[in-house]
């Protein structure tokens, strides 16, 4: 894959391109936007083009000679992808307890990024969840963004730029992505493999985000549907909701609608009190965009729908 092949960022590919070409490149780049859209792979592009033997004109990696293979294969020492993976392996800890980029991760980037590479070779560090940077860390990690060595980019990643230190935020170029259109979703998801309808089905929930849209289908919520339409199946789909907000937030979203769906068919029947129950499944969709967990809006959604069993 090169940089232009990146699916539905044409904001981020007209900033990034012209930048690579020129190998001009700011010590330290911000790539923001939401999750699962593609930022971290492009960063990984980026520097795998700055080291392709063989760039096609418009400086792009040529995804063959030695170096990209390298990259493509996570073994070129001189392009890292810092994540809780990376920093769990000089922690010699398990990755899920990285929950915060620690001082120690950034000195060894540092010390890393300034040994003289004596190939001449560029030296990538994606630092991804920018926003998750410790104080100290985030201090010390100031002036090499300032004044790096030669041949040094910093890539930092986040889908939280308002969690971002403001001091970093300051000293890095910004280049924004954003969400898909549902089409480009769906022929993405169509080009993963997944049948015409699954694709189309998660490409309604993932919110513009093929990252999402794979997630939720890892998770088994690809209809986020009550299967067998039984009135106890809403409490079995918030069993398996996800506890990372940003997935379980369209699923659950979906659902109330579905839930709503049924309550007014049960006030079309006749049913008292289906005004009174949309309201409050209302209510409760109101909360999804707070900090409310999805699951309890789904269960208590789903005790409403019991109301007409
Ligand atoms: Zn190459």
């Known amino acids: 894959m090169s940089l232009s092949?990146?699916?539905?960022?044409?904001?981020?590919?007209?900033?990034?391109?012209?930048?690579?070409?020129?190998?001009?490149?700011?010590?330290?780049?911000?790539?923001?936007?939401?999750?699962?859209?593609?930022?971290?792979?492009?960063g990984l592009e980026v520097g795998k083009a700055l080291n392709c033997e063989k760039p096609s004109p418009s400086a792009e990696?040529?995804?063959?000679?030695?170096?990209?293979?390298?990259?493509?294969?996570?073994?070129?020492?001189?392009?890292?992808?810092?994540?809780?993976?990376?920093?769990?392996?000089?922690?010699?800890?398990?990755?899920?307890?990285?929950?915060?980029?620690?001082?120690?991760?950034?000195?060894?980037?540092?010390k890393d990024v300034e040994m003289t590479s004596l190939t001449g070779r560029w030296k990538t560090a994606i630092l991804e969840d920018a926003e998750r940077l410790e104080t100290e860390?985030?201090?010390?990690?100031?002036?090499?963004?300032?004044e790096p060595p030669a041949r040094t980019l910093w890539i930092l990643v986040t889908s939280r730029r308002?969690?971002?230190?403001?001091?970093?935020?300051?000293?890095?170029?910004?280049?924004?992505?954003?969400?898909?259109?549902?089409?480009?979703?769906?022929s993405i998801l169509k080009g993963c493999g997944l049948p015409a309808p699954e694709a189309a089905r998660l490409a309604r929930l993932a919110e513009g985000s093929p990252g999402r849209a794979l997630r939720l289908r890892e998770l088994g919520l690809a209809d986020g549907e009550d299967g067998d339409?039984?009135?106890?199946?809403?409490?079995r789909l918030a069993d398996r909701l996800p506890r990372e907000l940003h997935l379980a937030r369209?699923?659950?979203?979906?659902?109330?609608?579905?839930?709503?769906?049924?309550?007014?068919?049960?006030?079309?029947l006749g049913f008292p009190g289906a005004g009174a129950s949309l309201r409050e499944i209302a209510r409760l969709g109101s909360y999804l965009r707070s900090n409310v967990d999805p699951r309890l809006l789904v269960q208590l959604a789903a005790l409403e729908l019991e109301r007409f069993s």
């Open 229 to 235: 339409g039984t009135p106890l199946a809403p409490f």
């Open 5 to 42: 092949a990146l699916r539905g960022q044409p904001r981020a590919q007209r900033l990034l391109l012209p930048l690579l070409k020129s190998k001009r490149l700011p010590p330290a780049l911000l790539f923001h936007g939401p999750e699962g859209v593609g930022k971290a792979l492009a």
């Open 61 to 110: 990696a040529c995804d063959e000679c030695r170096s990209c293979v390298a990259a493509h294969k996570g073994i070129d020492p001189d392009l890292k992808r810092v994540n809780a993976q990376y920093q769990a392996g000089l922690r010699e800890e398990e990755a899920e307890r990285q929950r915060t980029i620690r001082v120690d991760t950034v000195r060894h980037l540092i």
């Open 250 to 268: 369209p699923v659950a979203e979906a659902q109330l609608r579905r839930i709503a769906w049924r309550i007014r068919d049960k006030g079309r």
């Open 137 to 146: 860390a985030a201090n010390a990690l100031l002036k090499s963004l300032e």
């Open 162 to 186: 308002e969690r971002v230190l403001p001091t970093i935020l300051s000293r890095c170029h910004r280049v924004p992505f954003g969400t898909l259109p549902e089409t480009e979703l769906v």
